[in-house]
């Protein structure tokens, strides 16, 4: 192109793929269109490439130079500075949830749900850490999407505004490894080039196949390369996804081979050609062959079905567990005849609704060289086009004095930059303080800590919050989040603490503090409850302490319900105590008895048919049974409590004789 004069501000972009690398070179003109001034392609000598990563730095190196000189011939021109692109089949996506608890029911606000998707991000950056050796790589956060949230376990669409005790998350976070970098850096400056932008080859497609404006639907673009179709998902203005799976044109080109008996070059010739009424070939035999399109069209379904249903399921899974509303197709894989019907069968949307990406989407570039406008030709110009916009590269910004490259995705913020270094989520949000956990009447209990302050941040010298955004040479300080004061609780806060006990002694009624039991000791109200005590609560006095506690003699006689007991015997709620028995007019035999000293008895019993003995008394009350079988009364678990003896209901008080069948229980 001798005797052309091109603008100073040429823009070279390189698609470095598997199978061959292609070099653009153009510029926009003041309108705004894209013009493509030059276009070399060179395929691999050996697979120096496999699956979109670089395995033989030297040998690509040596294939750029080889495009990169054939496009300075072509335009006359040194070619010192290049934009390039990671394939999309190199990310590693990870599906995370992530849960935040709330100290009581809490109205959700945006601020919430914000520290619950960096929640899951840095749980993902954890996953990835762990599954990665020390010092073999690192990876940058490219993107992540929230596929379900839960308000309090419930799957719900939006949680702002709802009252929760409980807030999460699925999302699905993808990263691009450091390595994949590298490998394209050294292999681009080996060529003695330096790299002026680098991009996502999703990215690049979106450039030049979905327009901005539409962005804002719920689209997918599928690139069926080769080896592998790359996925990505565009919402609200911004790509909210990326996903690969393992199938693409090969698998069409390998069934064409084993059909029609040709070796693999051959049969990629074949399928460019499918869509054509009669395709001639020579096979492996040497002999002429002829194959109608309908004919073979059939032979390859099976294999572009498959293709089709995993693209679809993949696309469901990055989008939420639904489907999307279009999708578009670029790369060779997806021009065979059926593929886009088939992919809108599977994801359940009208056919007209997938549709491959070529020529039309080509309306604002001019090729200055005779060239078929092709879905093949998108994301090599999406490359050069990306260089313009100077976003979706990496970027350079200041963390606490320490210098840390991130992915711009179009929506970094300063989390991000701080998740990026391995500033933990736990030192940028607000702590809690130790747990209390502790056991009362045997049930666990658990008390929160108190919040404490969020993190501070400034952004080049001014308060700014976590979710600000940020561009390329920020300054960034960060002062850690708080960890609040650690739980504190004493007994009387505790719901089953009711305080107080009564009797009636001497006929006058008397109010008693309950005691409390840590271990083998009496506590206050006041004590402050340690981690894992045992606390009990008890629903009685013993004689000796409720003497001790009305200032009373302890060598006296004394009666409970109108029974002599000795100090150790248990007073329960409204039971009597008396000093005296009430005066009793006795027989003369009666009086014989009363003289004699009573002994102590043994018995049998049923309660709630299980067989005990009562023992170490000369008579029984159906109190007594609870010396010895174990039944909780310090807290009501029914509308009532049924005492029944021998079938009959009766009070604490009845007289308890051998065999008798007693039922203790709690009415519903």
């Known amino acids: 192109m001798?005797?052309?004069?091109?603008?100073?501000?040429?823009v070279f972009g390189l698609d470095i793929g598997t199978r061959s690398i292609v070099g653009t070179v153009g510029y926009k003109d003041r309108a705004g269109r894209f013009r493509v001034v030059a276009q070399a392609v060179r395929e691999h000598d050996t697979r120096a490439m496999l699956d979109g990563q670089i395995h033989d730095i030297a040998r690509v190196s040596e294939t750029i130079g080889i495009v990169r000189r054939k496009l300075e011939m072509m335009?006359?021109?040194?070619?010192?500075?290049?934009?390039?692109?990671?394939?999309?089949?190199?990310?590693k996506t990870i599906t995370v949830s992530a849960d935040h608890e709330f100290q009581e029911e809490t109205f959700v606000t945006d601020e919430h749900i914000y520290s619950l998707n960096m929640l899951g991000v840095e749980k993902a950056y954890e996953i990835m850490?762990?599954?990665?050796?020390?010092?073999?790589?690192?990876?940058?956060?490219?993107?992540?999407?929230?596929?379900?949230?839960?308000?309090?376990?419930?799957?719900?669409?939006?949680?702002?505004?709802?009252?929760?005790?409980?807030?999460?998350?699925?999302?699905?976070?993808?990263?691009?490894?450091?390595?994949?970098?590298?490998?394209?850096?050294?292999?681009?400056?080996?060529?003695?080039?330096?790299?002026?932008?680098?991009?996502?080859?999703?990215?690049?497609?979106?450039?030049?196949?979905?327009?901005?404006?539409?962005?804002?639907?719920?689209?997918?673009?599928?690139d069926v390369g080769a080896a592998t179709s790359d996925i990505c998902?565009?919402?609200?203005?911004?790509?909210?996804?990326?996903g690969m799976i393992p199938f693409a044109g090969d698998e069409i080109t390998e069934t064409i081979a084993k059909e029609c008996l040709t070796d693999f070059q051959t049969a990629e010739e074949i399928k460019k050609e499918c869509g054509k009424k009669q395709i001639s070939y020579v096979d492996v035999m040497g002999l002429s062959q002829r194959i109608e399109g309908k004919s073979l069209a059939a032979k390859i379904r099976p294999a572009m079905e498959n293709i089709t249903k995993n693209?679809?399921?993949?696309?469901?899974?990055?989008?939420?567990?639904?489907?999307?509303?279009?999708?578009?197709?670029?790369?060779?894989?997806?021009?065979?005849?059926g593929f886009t019907?088939?992919?809108?069968?599977?994801?359940?949307?009208?056919?007209?609704?997938?549709?491959?990406?070529?020529?039309?989407?080509?309306g604002q570039v001019d090729f200055m060289q005779e060239t078929e406008?092709?879905?093949?030709?998108?994301?090599?110009?999406?490359?050069?086009?990306?260089?313009?916009?100077?976003?979706?590269?990496?970027?350079?910004?200041?963390?606490?004095?320490?210098?840390?490259?991130?992915?711009?995705?179009?929506?970094?913020?300063?989390?991000?930059?701080?998740?990026?270094?391995?500033?933990?989520?736990?030192?940028?949000?607000?702590?809690?303080?130790?747990?209390?956990?502790?056991?009362?009447?045997?049930?666990?209990?658990?008390?929160?800590?108190?919040?404490?302050?969020?993190?501070?941040?400034?952004?080049?010298?001014?308060?700014?919050?976590?979710g600000s955004e940020i561009e390329a040479n920020d300054q960034i300080e960060i002062t850690f989040s708080t960890v609040g004061r650690d739980a504190v609780y004493e007994i009387r806060q505790l719901p089953e603490y009711k305080g107080t006990i009564e009797f009636t002694f001497n006929?006058?009624?008397?109010?008693?503090?309950?005691?409390?039991?840590?271990?083998?000791?009496?506590?206050?109200?006041?004590?402050?409850?340690?981690?894992?005590?045992?606390?009990?609560?008890?629903?009685?006095?013993?004689?000796?302490?409720?003497?001790?506690?009305?200032?009373?003699?302890?060598?006296?006689?004394?009666?409970?319900?109108?029974?002599?007991?000795?100090?150790?015997?248990?007073?329960?709620?409204?039971?009597?105590?008396?000093?005296?028995?009430?005066?009793?007019?006795?027989?003369?035999?009666?009086?014989?008895?009363?003289?004699?000293?009573?002994?102590?008895?043994?018995i049998p019993v049923t309660v709630n048919g299980t067989f005990i003995t009562l023992k170490n008394k000369p008579s029984y009350i159906l109190v007594d049974i609870l010396d010895f079988y174990d039944f909780d009364l310090s807290e009501a678990k029914g509308s009532g409590l049924v005492k029944k003896l021998n079938g009959q209901e009766v009070d604490f008080t009845a007289p308890v004789e051998p065999g008798a069948e007693i039922e203790i229980y709690w009415k519903e």
């Open 2 to 10: 001798e005797g052309i004069k091109y603008p100073d501000n040429l």
């Open 75 to 91: 335009i006359d021109r040194p070619l010192t500075d290049v934009c390039i692109a990671a394939a999309g089949r190199v990310l």
């Open 129 to 222: 850490r762990e599954n990665t050796k020390a010092g073999e790589t690192s990876y940058y956060c490219v993107g992540y999407s929230v596929i379900k949230y839960y308000l309090n376990d419930y799957p719900i669409s939006n949680l702002e505004g709802h009252k929760a005790n409980k807030i999460s998350a699925e999302l699905l976070a993808t990263f691009l490894p450091d390595e994949v970098i590298d490998g394209l850096y050294r292999s681009v400056e080996r060529a003695g080039l330096y790299v002026a932008n680098l991009t996502l080859e999703p990215i690049a497609a979106i450039n030049v196949a979905i327009p901005e404006k539409f962005r804002l639907s719920n689209i997918a673009l599928v």
């Open 233 to 242: 998902i565009t919402k609200d203005g911004a790509v909210i996804a990326y």
């Open 311 to 337: 693209i679809a399921s993949k696309i469901r899974e990055l989008n939420g567990g639904k489907s999307v509303s279009a999708v578009f197709i670029v790369g060779g894989g997806g021009k065979v005849p």
């Open 341 to 362: 019907g088939s992919l809108a069968g599977y994801l359940g949307i009208l056919k007209e609704r997938v549709a491959l990406r070529g020529e039309e989407v080509l």
């Open 373 to 466: 406008k092709d879905s093949l030709l998108v994301t090599p110009i999406g490359i050069c086009l990306n260089y313009y916009e100077q976003k979706n590269n990496f970027i350079f910004v200041t963390v606490n004095r320490e210098r840390v490259k991130l992915y711009d995705n179009d929506r970094l913020t300063i989390v991000d930059a701080a998740m990026q270094m391995g500033i933990q989520n736990e030192l940028l949000f607000p702590r809690r303080g130790k747990p209390l956990e502790f056991y009362v009447n045997g049930k666990q209990r658990m008390v929160r800590g108190e919040q404490g302050e969020a993190a501070a941040v400034s952004l080049n010298g001014r308060p700014a919050s976590l």
């Open 507 to 602: 006929g006058k009624n008397i109010i008693c503090p309950k005691f409390v039991k840590v271990g083998e000791e009496l506590v206050s109200e006041y004590y402050s409850i340690q981690n894992e005590d045992s606390i009990e609560i008890l629903n009685y006095y013993t004689l000796k302490q409720v003497l001790e506690f009305m200032d009373l003699p302890l060598d006296g006689e004394y009666y409970i319900n109108n029974i002599l007991a000795d100090l150790g015997e248990r007073v329960y709620e409204n039971f009597t105590i008396s000093s005296e028995l009430p005066e009793i007019v006795l027989t003369e035999a009666e009086k014989t008895v009363e003289k004699k000293k009573p002994e102590p008895k043994t």
